[in-house]
Each structure stands twice: as structure tokens, then as C-alpha cells.
């Protein structure tokens, strides 16, 4: 190392973390460097340091320093931040020091941020999900199964009027939410207040011949006063639920957006979209298990974690880890990589499963991840060969096989609909 860099001073194996600092897990992969260097330039370069050592730099700002206290051959690092160096309340500047400048330093080929353990300062400046996993549940009156959710299809350009006229199919067929898409928001060909006029229209119409409760998953995603003003046109219609499309709104507007719809008595339905641009890499970008905690931390009531069975990527583990993570009171994980994490006075949040689900694939994703969670059916409702009022119907048919242990088989054949659906998809998971 050279005389003027004191990157290795940020390494400390023998220090003991405080329960009030910050941790992160890293895994690093370094470039013509030592592991030992590069999890001190992690270290530095995300707390005081920077690449040469400072005229500026006294004795009472060294108790600022990051420090690592673990290395492992494996390349994973874990660092404890003293808290004075975070706004607390602020996920973009708490996330612009853990995650912000280490990932473009040279010396490093990869950089992954895998967890963080947020301390009780932190956890008591944010209120967390309003209505979470109960509260919604019981806005639906759902308690013995998986509640239901579908994207009218194609997702973009459907006008209002054929919007409509879907939406009326897939919610008397059975299905409890009504869901747009990630990139439906307020085009010419379905304007936004066009189209929840005339949705609250369809659940009204369907509650009243149903008996069922509905609800409808509006995405109000945009610049953030104009997410504003959405969401009170939103509660204008007593409908009680928006989507968000949280990473590409961002962190900052997700926040403000949790404090307004707190007022206006409205549940967050969190999607995902972008994620993998930064989470699908093992070795580099962030973890989806990160983006979880920070949306349960500020205060989403249901997100997208992902299904071990459907056509996006996603590991078994990895899936059902991040589904202990925000519906655990106190996460305890089953390695000793990942962190315990107290939640205090944050709810649980509602797991979202999605992508490329069918009939067919239900049961399994019941048997791996549980009844409390919602299970949104795009194409598995709107690709039935006989509508999609007939792939609503197949969908509720299939839970309600799963829910009594009948194999679906068996269940289609007094049951039209999930039989039509088996024999076009049997038990295939899409790629």
C-alpha cells in the first residue's frame, strides 16, 4: 500500500459492533488488490476516508471511521457504521453513504451490498406499513386463503373502454385486485382519471353481484405531486389501494408518498420494477432482500419478492428468506451471512408472488411460501382458451384444490374452467 493511502486503518477484525451502529454485508471482489485492502477501501470510501490520507483529519473525527471486523476467504466483508455519521430519517442519504461512491472505485472489479442491520435510532424514525399483512386481509375480508390479484392484458394499450371490459371479467370471475402494470400510469389511450372512474365503476358493479369485497391497484406512479394529487383522486373514489412503481420513483418520493397516503387511509402496493438492473448479479449491485427491508422501513403494505416457480429469476432460499424478512417480527437467519433484524413497532408486509403463474403452478407456490400472501396471475387469467372471466375462475378453482389438498387434477374434473386451464398449461413453469 502505498505511504499516502490508510485505507487498511478501516479494518478492525478484533472490534465488537455496538447495538446501536449500523451494519452491512459486502461481498467484494478486488482487482489487483488484497481482500484486506479492498474491504478498507469499502470501509473508507462509504464513511470519512477517501485516497490519501488528510491535513484535515484529527483525532475526534476518527470516532466517525467505518470499521471492518470480518473478512471472510469468500470475499464477504461486514462493516459497523457509527450512527452519527447518518440522517436517520433519510433512506437516499443513508443509502448514499453504505451504497453510493464504493461501487465505481477502480481498485474493485465487483461490489455487491447483500444486507444491512438497522438499529433501533433507525427503525424509530420511520412508521412503517400502515395497514401490512392484517390490516389487509382484513380490508378484503380474505383469512383462509391467498388473496388474488390480475394485470388486464396487453398491459399497455388497452383503451378505457376494453380496460373496463376486462376488469368486469377477471373480477366476477373470481379474482379479489385488480392490478395495473408497472409502465400503465396515464397514457392517451387510457388517462388515468378515465380509467379509475370507470374500474370503480366495474367493483361496484361486481361487489353488488358478487357479495365479494374488491379492490383495485391503481399505479399513480409519476413525479411526485402529481403522485400526490393522483392519490387523492384515489380516495376521492373510495377505492383503497395505489401501486407504486418504488424504485423508479425513488426512495425520497416514496417516503414523502407513505406520510400523504397515511391521511388519505390508502394502502401502498409496492412493484419492483427495475430491480434486477441492480439485484440479478450475485457479485454486484444490491440485493433484492435490501430493497425489501427499506420498502417494509418506510411503510409499503405489499411487494413483489419474486416465486421460485413462475418465469423470473428467483432461488427458492432467496425468495423465502426475503418473505421471513418482512413478515417476521424478529429476523433470525438460518446463516450466518445475513443479519438479525428487530423490527420493533414495524408491521409485516404482504408478500406479492408473480411472474409467469398459472392454475397449475398454484398448489406449489402455496406449498413453498403459504396461504398469507398474494399471488398475482397475469397471463395464467387473461391466456385461458376461453376468457378471461373463465381464468379467474380457474385461478380461484386451483386455491381452492390447494386449500382442501385435492390435486388439481382430480379437482378438474367436476371443475370446467381449471380443467381447460390444465390442458393448456398442465404443470409447465414458463421460461
Known amino acids: 500500500m502505498s505511504k499516502f493511502e490508510w485505507y487498511e486503518e478501516f479494518v478492525e477484525l478484533t472490534y465488537k459492533p455496538k447495538e446501536d451502529e449500523l451494519i452491512a454485508v459486502f461481498k467484494v471482489i478486488p482487482k489487483d488488490i488484497t481482500l484486506t485492502e479492498a474491504a478498507g477501501r469499502v470501509a473508507s470510501e462509504s464513511s470519512i476516508g477517501t485516497w490519501t490520507t488528510l491535513t484535515t483529519m484529527t483525532e475526534d473525527l476518527r470516532k466517525l471511521m467505518a470499521k471492518v471486523y470480518e473478512i471472510r476467504n469468500n470475499g464477504i466483508i461486514k462493516i ?5 455519521l447518518f440522517e436517520l430519517n433519510s433512506v437516499p442519504q443513508i443509502l448514499s453513504s453504505i451504497a453510493g461512491n464504493v461501487f465505481g472505485m477502480r481498485a474493485i472489479k465487483a461490489l ?3 444486507d444491512t442491520r438497522f438499529p433501533k435510532e433507525v427503525i424509530e424514525q420511520f412508521k412503517g406499513p400502515q395497514f401490512g399483512v392484517e390490516g389487509v386481509k382484513k380490508k ?7 388473496i388474488t390479484a390480475t394485470v388486464p392484458k396487453p398491459k399497455v394499450g388497452l383503451n378505457t373502454e376494453r380496460y373496463a371490459k376486462v376488469a368486469y371479467e377477471i373480477l366476477s370471475g373470481g379474482v379479489d385486485l385488480l392490478k395495473d402494470d408497472e409502465n400503465l400510469t396515464s397514457q392517451k389511450f387510457n388517462p388515468f382519471i378515465k380509467r379509475l372512474d370507470a374500474i370503480m365503476k366495474v367493483i361496484d358493479k361486481v361487489e353488488n353481484e358478487t357479495g365479494e369485497r374488491k379492490g383495485y391497484l391503481i399505479n399513480i406512479t409519476a413525479e411526485t405531486r402529481e403522485m400526490i394529487k393522483r392519490a387523492k383522486a384515489v380516495a376521492d373514489y373510495e377505492n383503497e389501494f395505489v401501486m407504486i412503481d ?3 420513483a425513488g426512495w425520497a418520493a416514496l417516503q414523502t408518498l407513505r406520510d400523504e397516503l397515511e391521511d388519505l387511509k390508502l394502502a401502498i402496493h409496492a412493484h419492483r420494477a427495475f430491480h434486477a438492473a441492480f439485484t440479478r448479479s450475485p457479485d454486484h449491485g444490491m440485493s433484492m432482500l435490501m430493497v425489501a427491508k427499506l420498502a417494509r422501513l418506510i411503510g409499503v403494505d405489499h411487494i413483489h419478492i419474486g416465486v421460485p ?8 432460499k432467496d425468495v423465502l428468506t426475503i418473505q421471513r424478512e418482512i413478515t417476521e417480527r424478529t429476523f433470525i437467519p438460518k446463516d450466518n451471512v445475513l443479519l438479525n433484524q428487530e423490527w420493533y ?5 404482504l408478500p406479492v408472488a408473480s411472474g409467469g403463474l398459472h392454475p397449475g403452478l398454484l398448489p406449489k407456490v402455496i406449498e413453498v411460501m403459504g396461504k398469507n400472501i398474494i399471488v398475482q396471475v397475469g397471463g395464467g387469467v387473461l391466456g385461458h382458451p376461453d376468457g378471461a372471466y373463465a381464468g379467474a375462475k380457474a385461478v380461484r378453482q386451483a386455491l381452492e384444490a390447494a386449500m382442501k389438498n385435492i390435486p ?5 374434473e367436476t371443475h370446467k374452467e381449471l380443467r381447460r386451464a390444465l390442458e393448456k398449461w398442465g404443470y409447465i413453469r414458463p421460461k
Request: hydrophobic share 45%; no cysteine; net charge positive.
Open 140 to 146: 378484503l375480508k380474505i383469512y383462509d386463503r391467498p
Open 345 to 349: 413497532h414495524i408491521k409485516p408486509v
Open 246 to 248: 418504488i424504485l423508479t
Open 80 to 84: 459497523a457504521y457509527p450512527l452519527d
Open 408 to 412: 388439481l387434477d382430480e379437482y378438474a
Open 112 to 114: 455487491r451490498l447483500i
Open 309 to 316: 416457480v413462475g418465469k423470473m429469476e428467483a432461488k427458492v
